[in-house]
């Protein structure tokens, strides 16, 4: 068993990576941007360190494009992928994966499907052609389906008890009211029964295409060998994909959610607006939620509701960035008998931050922190470098806008911080209490 | 202070042999300072970026009798400063950097690491240096870590029921050695804990000749080595530690069941637990062995219990198993399968018996042998894509008595294990006889339901 100082909470609502930041020193790990003979492009780092092959991909258009009564759609495909493709059956499929050394995983989030696989540099050829024929001709077998589906069920049986899941569901649908991304992603005991093979291969045939898709590729092989791997796996896909538009969601805030139930801890999320990437004020507000409740012990959550009053194990949050949604969250947990208390000191820590605003070399510090964390984070693996370019090229992000980033980050000031704290905080949050006694303030549940 | 040399310098010994087929591997380097601190060094170029990790050869199983959680204790506790770097200065120095930084305590170790960048390396050795004796401990600070450590341990175990089990089995499949009390320690116990307590413990197990220092990334490992001289090789050496005697096991004579009933459980699901050797207590070959038949068993959609409960019976949500060789003591082996809806547990669990008496009876394919050895090595390919897992890797084989070279042979060991010698470990230490059954269950329902 091993136990840690620190700890991620389980928020419901899981920051995503903010990725992009400076890059102060590079030089070791040079990215580049190609075109494969078949006109794709795809983020590239040549590494000849190691003698593997390993490739990330995205195609935008996730969960939230499951039909509503189909829900569960996106992530059901994610697990058939490796179950047999073009003549090779279940088995066969596996057997071959082995004999090919190829590694690989599909997954579902809301706003894109997302692939990633690893090959032995030796054996890249032939293991290229495997993954090619996962991502343009996956058979959807019924027994497959049938089996897979069975785990989701299980899965949701084995959660129908518990309060966490139970609040989870709540708290998505209080937060997005009936958008898609208040949907439970796995789907549910009602719509998964319905998804057929049909409904799998029309969902794949709109879901892959060239037009939707990013690439980030690292390994022990160069640009032309890269590019011709490229067109393999993705040059046969339709130009583009025919995805249904996914509206604005409108976050309810204020709004009070609570689960009664006998627990020896109560824990708290907390939803407040969010500020989209596009927003002049997006830095300022990376840089506050961060200094406020980022996962160090000197954020100033960390230090007043655990350092100074030994409340909780811990405090985290930040924003999360959605296609079509923003948020800032804020969660911990705490005795039920704390619970008052440590709301309490949280709401007081913001009052604090948007009031004052932030001291000086805490600011400072916190910029610092943003700007060396992008290669200690996004370069330290071949894994972390693939999806990184991804992410960039999810964002709409040049390859080298890292640099932009540090620029933007370094000229947040005091002022902008007090200013965007004032903004995000002046709305009352929603809350999700979930614990012995957890009462609902009003009824505003829905 | 004495001011050390290199008293011995090992032999730059490669990694990982399988890789040299296709690049060369990393060189590994390993040293000794005079004051007993251990030095091993693993370059990894790709990226300006080094991940440094001190172990120490202590951990829960080495707490006081009545004083449980003592060394995670002190973990938290190791945070909060020195004379010369009062406390925040290594988070804010490590927050400033954009590096990371946590600790971890294991029944065995205890590590504290940061992810930095290279050039701030030494400083990083020096703190870690001077909190290896120099820890200043305020009262006041005591009781709200103390809050800190009991809300821990309700979030990790006491608000989860499969985790509340797991404690329950672990204290009734270790009769004897201290496996069996949790590293977080009993919450009567960590109430208890104070002060003194921590800092006898520190005194005791915190000195160079109990570390190992082990850094991967952007480095010269020379350049490394005088940084550790400099840094390090400053802190007087400790008194000799006794040796790391545990109380041992007696023979598992009985085979016993711990059932937990939560209303949060919905579906049923059980662990079948062995006390098993462990790689550094195995005969030579077992503890392989004992990887590959838990890898037959249970590793990917063509393992045994995939095919044979998910594919074919489609009777289980979930079914696996692990073999954890890694401890300096005992290994452990053990047997987990949830049911589906609308199936017995007691049939679940005659299924996978079932496949295990099969292995005892029949033994393994050389197909499925070679497809799981296949895997082993591609594995120890992949893992070097990942320096924090190198690091790691390095850590605990060195300090559970193995060496750099066991490291490399490692997967020409797993190459040499035969059909036989699985369906032999299989025979001897998987005996219905002996193991301890974990059951979680739903409120008031009674297993065979």
Do not use: C
């Not at chain 1, 709540?170 to 439970?184: C, I, K, S, V």
């Not at chain 1, 898709?213 to 791997?229: C, F, P, W, Y």
């Not at chain 2, 949790?182 to 116990?189: F, K, L, M, N, S």
């Not at chain 2, 005992?330 to 007691?346: C, I, K, M, Q, S």
């Amino acid at each position: 068993m091993i136990t840690t100082i620190r700890r991620v909470l389980p928020a419901l609502l899981a920051p995503l990576m903010l990725l992009g930041f400076a890059l102060p020193s590079q030089a070791d790990v040079a990215f580049k941007s190609i075109t494969s003979p078949g006109g794709i492009t795809a983020g590239m780092v040549e590494d000849y360190m190691v003698p593997i092959v390993t490739i990330a991909f995205a195609f935008q258009g996730g969960a939230a494009q499951d039909p509503d009564d189909k829900v569960g759609l996106a992530a059901l495909m994610s697990s058939l992928l490796d179950e047999g493709a073009g003549d090779l059956a279940s088995n066969a499929f596996q057997t071959r994966l082995d004999d090919v050394g190829l590694e690989m995983g599909f997954s579902a989030n809301f706003d894109s499907f997302t692939g990633f696989a690893r090959m032995l540099a030796d054996q890249r050829e032939d293991a290229t052609e495997l993954l090619a024929l996962a991502v343009n001709e996956p058979r959807f077998d019924q027994p497959a389906i049938d089996r897979m589906r069975a785990q989701v069920l299980a899965g949701l049986a084995s959660r129908s008890q518990d309060p966490g899941y139970a609040a989870g569901r709540m708290w998505n649908e209080a937060l997005f009211g009936n958008h898609p991304y208040a949907r439970p992603q796995e789907g549910t005991a009602t719509s998964l029964p319905g998804i057929t093979a049909d409904d799998l291969r029309q969902f794949h045939k709109a879901l892959f295409a060239r037009g939707n898709l990013k690439i980030g590729i690292v390994g022990a092989l160069d640009e032309e060998a890269a590019g011709k791997m490229i067109d393999a796996i993705f040059g046969a896909l339709p130009a583009e994909p025919q995805l249904s538009e996914i509206p604005p969601a409108k976050l309810s805030f204020g709004q009070n959610v609570a689960v009664d139930y006998p627990l020896p801890q109560t824990s708290i999320n907390l939803a407040y607006p969010g500020i989209r990437e596009s927003d002049p004020d997006f830095f300022a507000a990376y840089v506050m939620s961060e200094m406020l409740a980022g996962d160090s012990l000197l954020s100033e959550l960390n230090r007043e509701v655990r350092e100074k009053r030994g409340l909780s194990y811990g405090v985290s949050g930040g924003l999360v960035n959605l296609d079509q949604a923003d948020a800032l969250t804020i969660g911990t947990s705490t005795r039920p008998d704390q619970s008052v208390e440590a709301i309490e000191v949280i709401k007081a820590t913001i009052a604090k931050m948007t009031e004052d605003g932030p001291d000086p070399a805490a600011l400072e510090r916190t910029k610092r922190y943003l700007v060396g964390a992008y290669p200690i984070n996004q370069l330290r693996s071949s894994v972390a470098i693939a999806t990184t370019m991804v992410v960039q090229q999810l964002l709409g992000l040049p390859i080298d806008y890292v640099e932009e980033r540090q620029k933007q980050i370094e000229a947040v000031t005091g002022e902008d911080i007090k200013r965007v704290a004032q903004r995000i905080f002046s709305t009352e949050p929603s809350l999700l209490q979930v614990g012995p006694g957890a009462e609902q303030a009003e009824a505003t549940t829905p | 202070m004495n001011r050390p040399t290199i008293a011995l310098v090992a032999a730059l010994v490669t990694a990982l042999p399988v890789a040299a087929q296709e690049s060369p591997p990393p060189s590994v380097s390993h040293y000794t300072l005079d004051n007993g601190l251990e030095l091993v060094v693993i370059p990894d170029r790709r990226a300006p970026v080094v991940t440094h990790m001190v172990w120490y050869r202590t951990g829960g199983a080495d707490d006081r009798v009545g004083q449980s959680g003592v060394a995670h204790f002190l973990e938290h506790l190791m945070f909060k400063g020195t004379a010369k770097y009062p406390a925040g200065t290594l988070e804010s120095t490590v927050n400033e950097l954009g590096g990371q930084l946590n600790a971890f305590t294991t029944a065995d170790v205890t590590v504290y690491f940061e992810t930095v960048p290279p050039d701030a390396l030494g400083q990083m050795m020096d703190i870690e240096a001077d909190r290896m004796r120099n820890l200043v401990l305020p009262k006041e600070v005591i009781d709200a870590e103390r809050s800190v450590v009991l809300d821990e341990r309700r979030q990790r175990v006491e608000s989860q029921p499969g985790s509340i089990l797991a404690e329950q089995v672990s204290a009734t499949l270790f009769q004897n050695h201290p496996y069996r009390i949790p590293v977080i320690g009993w919450a009567h116990e960590i109430e208890t804990l104070s002060r003194e307590g921590a800092l006898s413990f520190y005194d005791q197990h915190y000195a160079p000749n109990n570390a190992l220092v082990v850094v991967a990334g952007d480095v010269d490992a020379e350049a490394v080595r005088q940084m550790a001289e400099e840094t390090y090789g400053n802190v007087e050496r400790g008194p000799e530690l006794p040796p790391r005697a545990r109380p041992k096991e007696p023979p598992a004579q009985a085979s016993r069941t711990v059932t937990l009933r939560d209303a949060r459980v919905s579906l049923p699901s059980f662990t079948r637990n062995w006390v098993v050797p462990s790689y550094r207590q195995a005969e030579p070959g077992e503890a392989e062995a004992l990887d590959v038949l838990s890898a037959i068993l249970s590793d990917g959609p063509q393992s045994r219990l995939y095919q044979a409960l998910v594919v074919e019976a489609g009777i289980a949500a979930q079914a696996r198993t692990s073999y954890d060789g890694g401890a300096f003591d005992y290994g452990r082996f053990v047997l987990y399968g949830a049911a589906r809806p609308g199936t017995t547990l007691d049939a679940l669990e005659a299924a996978i018996d079932a496949e295990v008496d099969d292995i005892i009876a029949n033994g393994i394919s050389e197909t499925e042998l070679n497809r799981v050895k296949t895997r082993f090595i591609r594995s120890t390919i992949f893992a070097q894509d990942d320096q924090v897992s190198m690091a790691q890797t390095y850590g605990l084989w060195l300090t559970t008595d193995r060496s750099i070279a066991d490291v490399a042979e490692w997967p020409d060991r797993i190459r040499a294990v035969t059909a036989d010698d699985v369906k032999a470990v299989a025979a001897k230490y998987l005996r219905p006889a002996t193991a301890v059954t974990g059951y979680l269950l739903p409120l008031a329902e009674e297993k065979n339901q």
